[in-house]
């Protein structure tokens, strides 16, 4: 069966107690055992929650792998991955990284004696240059927030593989409707699914899937130890909201399509980032790894007072940090998302004072387009005269 289906019929949709057509809330946080000899599947809510497994379940389905689980965050479930290291162990990671996994793996993980590097993981020299022999994983992000360097995953894993490493991949800006990494030979998946999965600005969860049943283990060991759960109401709720994931990539995706040409012939933009242009140097790598090119683009209008009037003169877009949702999101990187690092190290990211990231919703594009432009061209005006 295909996607679209997939996400409507995997076999977690029902109660298999009821038949009732959405899974419900299993509000208990433990549950009675009629023979203490023979425990039943679900014995604390922190260990197991049948609302939670079928979110798990589901992930697990979509993107191709052995086991899911499902964290309070984002964040959450990035640290936890990181909790199958230990002290003396380094990691290889794309530079372009989201911000708060930078942070973790500068501020946190180092007091426990782990060690990341930071390289362009677009460039596998660099990469293969990086590894050292206490290297344990490769961690990439691709398209990148927010400039959307293309890394090739297939070619990055199997260097991982060759090397002995697995292979991370944050997958949240193309979701499994798009991409796939496990099947390009990465080994453990994971989601913000704050953002397009559960896709209406209400939810903060996060999602692993991992490859094989060895490190399922291990995860679940670490997911129960750590105990940073996804709650039964947010389970819930990102099930919901996952259902329509194909119609929302996709009609969000022809949206970010044309306002990122539109873009490129205003002149008071100075650059367009879209793998969906042709001449973005990641365009033809995108197309063969991914099925679309996303939701989200970025566009540099060249200095923080220009965005400063943008922001004050959108009226379509929400300004605020994230991406993925029903509305569209204008967000400033330098001053929201990339906050947290250092001006020296952003700037060399790319997250200029005047790059500006849209993640394009389901508003009319006309509509959007418009609104974009006369933002855009009032700070010409504003400039000039
Ligand atoms: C938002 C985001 C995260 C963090 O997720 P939270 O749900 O906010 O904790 C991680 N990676 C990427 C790419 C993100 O966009």
Request: hydrophobic share 35%; with cysteine; glycine share 10%.
């Given at each position: 069966m295909n996607f679209g289906t997939r996400l409507l019929h995997?076999?977690?949709?029902?109660?298999?107690?009821?038949?009732?057509?959405s899974v419900p809330?299993?509000?208990?946080s433990t549950y009675h055992q009629a023979d203490i000899d023979h425990p039943g599947n679900y014995d604390y809510g922190r260990s197991g929650n049948p609302t939670r497994q079928a979110l798990e379940q589901t992930i697990a389905e979509l993107e191709g792998g052995w086991r899911g689980f499902a964290f309070a965050s984002g964040m959450a479930a990035i640290s936890t991955v990181f909790f199958l290291f230990s002290q003396g162990d380094h990691l290889v990671v794309s530079r372009d990284l989201y911000g708060g996994t930078f942070r973790v793996l500068t501020d946190v993980l180092p007091r426990m004696g782990i060690r990341a590097t930071f390289v362009d993981t677009t460039d596998l020299n660099q990469v293969e240059a990086a590894i050292r022999p206490e290297t344990k994983a490769v961690y990439l992000e691709t398209?990148?927030?927010?400039?959307?360097k293309v890394t090739d995953l297939r070619k990055a894993a199997g260097l991982a593989k060759q090397k002995g490493l697995i292979t991370i991949v944050d997958n949240t800006f193309m979701t499994?409707?798009?991409?796939?990494p496990l099947q390009m030979g990465a080994d453990i998946v994971i989601h913000s699914?704050?953002?397009?999965?559960?896709?209406?600005?209400?939810v903060i969860a996060g999602l692993v899937v991992v490859k094989d049943e060895k490190m399922a283990k291990s995860l679940a060991g670490l997911q129960n130890a750590l105990g940073s759960i996804l709650g039964v109401q947010d389970s819930w709720l990102t099930l919901r909201g996952l259902k329509t994931l194909k119609v929302r990539m996709e009609t969000s995706t022809a949206t970010a399509t044309r306002i990122a040409r539109e873009l490129c012939?205003?002149?008071?933009?100075h650059h367009v980032f879209y793998t969906?242009?042709?001449?973005?140097?990641g365009h033809w790598l995108q197309a063969s790894q991914a099925d679309g090119h996303g939701a989200v683009l970025s566009f540099d209008v060249g200095s923080a007072e220009q965005v400063r009037n943008i922001l004050s003169r959108v009226?379509?877009?929400?300004?605020?940090?994230s991406l993925g949702a029903v509305e569209s999101i204008l967000s400033y990187p330098a001053r929201?998302?990339?906050?947290?690092?250092p001006a020296r190290e952003r700037v060399q990211r790319?997250?200029?004072?005047?790059l500006l990231r849209l993640s394009v919703g389901l508003e009319d594009p006309d509509d959007l387009l418009e609104d974009l432009i006369q933002a855009i061209r009032g700070v010409h005006k504003v400039c000039t005269g």
């Open positions: 995997n076999g977690n949709e029902l109660d298999p107690h009821t038949g009732a057509s809330l299993y509000q208990a398209p990148s927030n927010p400039t959307l499994p409707c798009f991409q796939r699914a704050t953002k397009f999965i559960a896709g209406h600005s209400d012939r205003i002149p008071e933009v969906g242009l042709k001449d973005h140097p009226r379509i877009p929400i300004v605020a940090v929201m998302s990339h906050a947290a690092m790319g997250v200029t004072d005047g």
